[in-house]
């Protein structure tokens, strides 16, 4: 893969103006049907005169002030063939930027009361018939810190590319997947844990795996009862196979740089860039990091919890008071930055293009988002 590749839950309410705790219950996520954003033509007359000087097939853009929502819109074919416009509600993958929802998992985990420790040795969690070691330094223990730091010393990525990329989803579980190919030398960096850094899509994999064996469920149905219910995040989702026939029909299609389709793909170490989600999806997620860990009445974090999040920081670019992370892959570009001051932006794309271009882009969605 390229570098830039959440029981359900039980309300409890004291009273009026209460937030609102979630926890386990029966297996089903919450449902929290809105709106989707009103149209914006003027909005999105901005974002197609982005789209067409650039030449980009599809670009959807939401804009926070303040903390909140302000304008989202989209412009384009996000599929061509199929006829779909881009719009506010259309699903995109999400590449590195899925890396954010480890991230937030981890802190939810925490904020939940599992035994997840930061500084604890990852087998702990993963209990394999040979314990994970970086296998040039057997004696120094691999941490959850290590791996949302990139500071495992585990190699970027695995040996795919998106001409083997299974399709639509991976075909075998995370925990086999990760436990064959670590215990492979190939796929290790020369520096000890904790003694150096290398963007690792595989680490982050890795961190998600032990979220899944702490809370004892798996990682995406922890994330769709844990994060995805309670914001109500309902167009997000780690599978191909989750999807309605609704959100399928609002899926862009992943191009390549003469617009020809990829086909949906997915990856073996899914959590590192596999999340489908929209810009309406993503304000909400960012309108609780911004905040104080809740949303609407929701909480998700303790405040205390988002400070850890970012200071930490768990899978985001972390220059305080701005917080980012972009993604690239085959046929996807994204990015999303928020700061402490109620702004963010979500840029969402479907097409190859060059590192330059996408800078190009993403500049000049900043000038909308000012």
């Known amino acids: 893969m390229m570098v830039f590749k959440w029981l359900s839950w ?47 097939a599809a670009i959807s853009i939401g804009v926070l002030r303040g903390g909140k929502l302000a304008q989202a819109g989209g412009a384009g074919q996000a599929d061509p063939a199929a006829g779909i416009a881009a719009r506010a509600d259309t699903l995109y993958s999400l590449a590195s930027v899925s890396k954010i929802v480890v991230g ?13 420790d930061l500084d604890r040795d990852v087998n702990t969690w993963l209990r394999w018939s ?15 810190r290590h791996l949302v ?15 083997d990329y299974p399709r639509p989803d991976p075909r075998q579980s995370l925990d086999a997947f990760l436990q064959g190919l670590l215990a492979q030398s190939a796929y290790w960096e020369d520096f000890a844990p904790g003694q150096g850094e290398e963007y690792s899509n595989l680490g982050a994999s890795l961190a998600a795996l032990v979220v899944q064996k702490a809370v004892g469920q798996p990682f995406e149905v922890f994330c769709n009862r844990e994060i995805f219910g309670p914001l109500g995040m309902t167009d997000s989702r780690w599978f191909y196979r989750e ?30 860039g596999q999340l489908r989600s929209t810009v309406a999806d993503m304000a909400k997620l ?18 205390a919890r988002v400070r850890q999040f970012q200071e930490v920081p768990l899978f985001i670019e972390a220059d305080a008071p701005s917080f980012e992370h972009s993604g690239g892959e085959a ?24 590192d330059d271009v996408f800078e190009a882009v993403i500049t000049e969605a900043e000038a909308l988002a000012r």
């Open 104 to 116: 937030v998992a981890i802190a939810r985990a925490m904020e939940l009361g599992y035994d997840l």
């Open 243 to 272: 999807l309605g026939s609704s959100q399928r029909g609002r899926l862009a299609m992943p191009l390549d740089e003469d617009g020809e389709p990829y086909g949906h793909y997915g990856f073996e170490d899914w959590p590192s």
């Open 10 to 56: 039980v309300l409890l309410v004291a009273g009026c103006g209460t937030i609102q705790e979630f926890g386990e219950v029966d297996g089903s996520p919450a449902a929290r049907p809105e709106a989707p954003p009103p149209l914006d033509r003027a909005f999105d007359a901005k974002i197609e005169a982005i789209r067409q000087r650039h030449g980009v």
């Open 286 to 303: 960012l309108e609780a990091l911004i905040g104080d860990g809740s949303r609407g009445g929701v909480r998700l974090l303790s405040a």
């Open 130 to 144: 040979r314990p994970l070691r970086h296998p040039r330094h057997p004696g120094t223990p691999i941490t959850l």
């Open 331 to 354: 046929g996807v570009n994204t990015f999303v930055r928020y700061n402490e001051s109620g702004n963010g932006l979500i840029l969402l794309t479907n097409q190859d293009m060059d």
């Open 149 to 163: 730091r990139h500071q495992a010393g585990i190699a970027s990525d695995g040996p795919a590319d998106i001409d």
